[in-house]
């Protein structure tokens, strides 16, 4: 089962910042948008953004703004960072195509935002 690996979560007060990394195998990457997801403690998995292999973004109107995504396609890496973090921000955050493949799900990075 091929996965892919985050990175970069912590505990972070509000207002602050973070940068999440993911990595995995070219497979994955060669050819795929790439997105990252969260999901909240209670709550199903939501997409937060993704990018395509040419740097095309698309955010979910909630995290416009504060969350930029980004992308190495020489490294396989994706990025995620998240500035003016708030605590409803606090969820386990997981990298993945867009669609997403349910055999590429990673343990995932968790972020926790004090107030």
């Known amino acids: 089962q091929v996965q892919l690996v985050e990175s970069g979560g912590g505990l972070v007060q509000a207002g602050g910042s973070l940068r999440l990394s993911c990595g995995g195998p070219?497979?994955?990457?060669?050819?795929?948008?790439m997105g990252w997801y969260r999901q909240a403690p209670g709550q199903e998995r939501e997409l937060v953004a993704s990018i395509t292999r040419g740097g095309i973004t698309n955010y979910v109107d909630s995290f416009k703004g504060r969350f930029t995504i980004s992308r190495d396609n020489a490294k396989n890496m994706v990025y995620l960072q998240m500035n003016s973090l708030k605590t409803e921000d606090t969820a386990v955050y997981y990298c993945n195509t867009d669609p997403a493949a349910s055999s590429y799900w990673g343990q995932g990075t968790q972020v926790t935002v004090s107030s």
């Open positions: 070219t497979s994955i990457f060669r050819f795929n948008v």
